[in-house]
């Protein structure tokens, strides 16, 4: 069973949100502020952060800080009354992988959640997710598991990627040797209904290319970009 660690202040819509959550058959964990939920995130992690900004205590951008300090793979979902442009860009550049502006229909976030969780654990359940064989993608010097999204270097020495940063690589590798635009990472990695700049595709490519410096991963001025096959 997936597990949702859910901070939403609104007591009312904190119900109604972890009621339908339950009813998808996920285990849900709720918190009504910041400081309850910084508690909870040096222990046994979620599959994913439902996360407002607007929080008393601490808010969800300190929130999200604190998470990526700890655990850098885990998606994050903001929720926020606060519809920008800016806060968008924001939320993204600091490692969440949705935002969803208030006021919402509780079924599109449902909708939102079940499509993260199928693209950062590949519609496994959590058993699966340890049971099944290891698919793995040999990058040398980097090996890439497509279920745990774990990347390791030769060495052994783990690659720590954020949900977006992992959704990346795999799209990479999957088309390798192959041209990519931006319109075409934008649709697989934030999806179609994506609103917002697309300078979000150069700043994750930048990280990545950070992490994985041996990643050949061409920019093609004009065209797009391209990762050199092994």
Not at 145 to 155: I, L
Request: proline share 4%; charged share 25%.
């Amino acid at each position: 069973m997936y597990t949702i660690h859910l901070v939403e202040d609104e007591v009312s819509l904190n119900q109604l949100i972890c009621s339908y959550l339950r009813r998808e058959g996920w285990n849900v964990v709720s918190f009504t502020d910041g400081g309850e939920a910084i508690a909870a995130i040096g222990q046994e992690p979620p599959h994913l952060w439902i996360l407002d900004i607007m929080l008393p205590g601490l808010d969800g951008y300190q929130l999200i800080r604190e998470i990526r300090s700890v655990h850098e793979s885990i998606p994050v979902i903001f929720i926020s009354a606060r519809d920008s442009d800016l806060d968008r860009i924001n939320g993204l550049e600091l490692g969440s992988d949705d935002y969803l502006a208030k006021p919402f229909q509780t079924r599109e976030l449902i909708i939102r959640v079940r499509k993260l969780m199928e693209r950062v654990y590949g519609g496994a359940r959590p058993a699966q997710l340890m049971d099944s064989p290891l698919e793995q993608v040999d990058y040398p010097p980097y090996t890439i598991n497509r279920h745990s999204r774990m990347v390791t270097e030769r060495s052994g020495q783990e690659v720590e990627l954020t949900a977006k940063e992992s959704d990346l690589l795999l799209y990479f590798v999957t088309h390798a040797g192959q041209v990519v635009q931006r319109e075409g990472i934008l649709n697989e990695v934030w999806g179609r209904d994506y609103f917002g700049s697309d300078r979000v595709v150069d700043d994750l490519i930048w990280r990545l290319r950070k992490k994985m410096p041996a990643l050949r991963l061409e920019t093609l001025y004009g065209l797009g970009y391209r990762l050199v096959k092994r």
